[in-house]
Each structure stands twice: as structure tokens, then as C-alpha cells.
């Protein structure tokens, strides 16, 4: 098993920043693929950002040049930098794990933007 669980979400004003913590704990030791997925209502969840252990980065269009996720092994914790945030990016921001093909999830922490 793999717990998850976020922190740093809150409200920001249009072009700020924000960062996201995702304290991870549970056997991580075969984690092989960490990432930041959103989720707003009526819409399906979708990627953020991924990172492999190899430290491999995958973002989203919509993020690329704005977001910088990263991974911290000795603490445990995956972050996600967002800045220059825009009043689309609000949304809930879910941590996500991969380990030997099951997903984990934490409860997700909400990004709002106003404009």
C-alpha cells in the first residue's frame, strides 16, 4: 500500500503561485511513476505532470513553461510548482502513484484562482 496525502492548495490571485506538497509513505521503496492530476466539477480528471524515477518529466500542454514538478527521495515528498496561475488551472489536485501497475490516490487538495 502506498498513502498519499497533499498539502498547499489554497486561493491566489491570477498570475501568482502556488506549491504543492504530497507526502508519500508505505513501501514508496517500488514506486515507479509519481504525478499531479486535477479534476474540476463535471470534468474528468486529467494529468498535470508525471515524473519517473529516473527523474523522466511528462506535462501537460496547458502547463508546459508554467508548472515544475519534482521529487524529493530522502523526504519522501513530491512537489508541484505552479506559477503564473491562471483562473482555468482551479481545480482539485490529486497526487497520484504507480507502483507495480495499481494506482494510488491522496484526497486531493483545491487550487482556486481568481481573476
Known amino acids: 500500500q502506498v498513502q498519499l496525502v497533499e498539502s498547499g492548495g489554497g486561493l491566489v490571485q491570477a498570475g501568482g503561485s502556488l506549491r504543492l506538497s504530497c507526502a508519500a509513505s508505505g513501501f514508496i521503496s517500488s514506486v515507479n511513476v509519481m504525478g499531479w492530476y486535477r479534476q474540476g466539477p463535471g470534468k474528468q480528471r486529467e494529468l498535470v505532470a508525471t515524473?519517473?524515477?529516473?527523474?523522466?518529466?511528462n506535462y501537460a500542454d496547458s502547463v508546459k513553461g508554467r508548472f515544475t514538478i519534482s521529487n524529493d527521495f530522502a523526504k519522501n515528498t513530491l512537489y508541484l510548482q505552479m506559477n503564473s496561475l491562471k483562473p482555468e488551472d482551479t481545480d482539485v489536485y490529486y497526487c497520484y502513484a504507480q507502483k507495480y501497475g495499481n494506482d494510488y490516490w491522496g484526497q486531493g487538495t483545491q487550487v482556486t484562482v481568481s481573476s
Open positions: 515524473i519517473t524515477r529516473s527523474g523522466r518529466t
